[in-house]
């Protein structure tokens, strides 16, 4: 009986916790809801200008007028077919992917590098050369555009590729980061590693490197966004139509009186990557953005 007892007690305890918690939990909802609904109404503003996009591109060949142009009676994949069989578009897609791709690679690379240097190693000069990197972030990047297109001018790298890709590759944003994340890294692993007998290369690439992975995935969804978005730097660099990214591409369809569909759904085929990437890797992105404003 006893036991019986015992056993009871707690369970009426914690039934009369319980009820002493819903109250104030739904007081605690119902404060929210103010703050939840406010979210949902800027949600829905950020998101129109997209909704507006997409039932663009999906009426081609049909007179656009606002608001009716927003709920439409028929809708049609013409646009996309066109856009997406347009020889342009996919030339520019196919640059936009080379640009983002690989400046993204070689920046994580070059960082990482500079990283480990400015973090682990003893060398003349290395707090003056870092600070040097440090004040390149306060300098407007549309200041450094006249110098930069004439040393591309000069090394014969306007309207090429390289030319496009090389003044990317030194990204002092990411080296910063990136020191900061190897600078917590004991120094006991690299010095275990030493007296292994591993060299320089064998530290960076089997104990830097995989230690560095989640600020890596950061950095790569920040480049690759910024690449892939890029307008002025492409638009300065490339003359021919060739060479151009999807952004400056989009830019000229205006001038060619493309119809505005096309035009949307485009606008909409360059939008689906960055967005995928946002979407699959939202979480790195949010935590460089803590990131950044805790270092």
């Given amino acids: 009986m006893s036991e019986t007892v015992a056993t ?8 009369k916790r319980r009820q002493r918690r819903t109250p104030r939990a739904m007081r605690k909802a119902r404060r929210l809801v103010p703050m ?20 663009v591109a999906l009426q081609p060949g049909q007179p656009i007028s606002m608001p009716g142009a927003l709920f439409p009676d028929t809708l049609s994949l013409d646009a996309f077919t066109e856009a997406l069989n347009s020889r342009s578009i996919g030339r520019w897609a196919l640059n936009s992917t080379i640009y983002s791709v690989v400046s993204t690679l070689l920046v994580l690379v070059f960082a990482s590098m500079a990283g480990y240097a400015f973090a682990k190693k003893r060398f003349a000069g290395r707090e003056l050369i870092f600070w040097v990197f ?65 060299g320089e290369f064998r530290i960076y690439w089997s104990i830097i ?16 966004l910024a ?6 730097w492409p638009m300065v660099s490339q003359q021919s139509s060739e060479n151009y990214v999807l952004t400056v591409g989009m830019n000229t ?13 485009a606008a909409v085929i360059s939008f689906v990557p960055s967005f ?13 953005v803590m990131m950044s404003g805790l270092k």
């Fill in 8 to 15: 009871v007690l707690p369970d009426l305890d914690e039934n």
């Fill in 36 to 55: 939840h609904a406010l979210l949902m109404f800027f949600a829905v503003i950020t998101a129109f200008p997209f909704y507006a996009m997409v039932i």
């Fill in 134 to 198: 440090v004040a390149m972030l306060m300098i407007p990047y549309h200041l450094t555009i006249i110098p930069q297109y004439i040393l591309v001018g000069d090394l014969g790298g306007l309207d090429t590729m390289w030319g496009m890709l090389v003044p990317t590759l030194a990204n002092a944003s990411a080296m910063f980061l990136m020191r900061q994340f190897i600078h917590s890294i004991p120094d006991e692993m690299l010095d275990a590693a030493k007296i292994d007998g591993a």
């Fill in 209 to 224: 490197l995989p230690q560095t992975k989640p600020i890596m995935a950061t950095l790569a969804t920040f480049v690759f």
């Fill in 227 to 232: 690449h892939w978005n890029d307008f002025l």
């Fill in 253 to 265: 369809l205006q001038q060619e009186q493309v119809p505005l569909a096309t035009t949307m759904a």
């Fill in 276 to 288: 995928l990437v946002f979407v699959f890797l939202q979480r790195y992105f949010v935590r460089g």
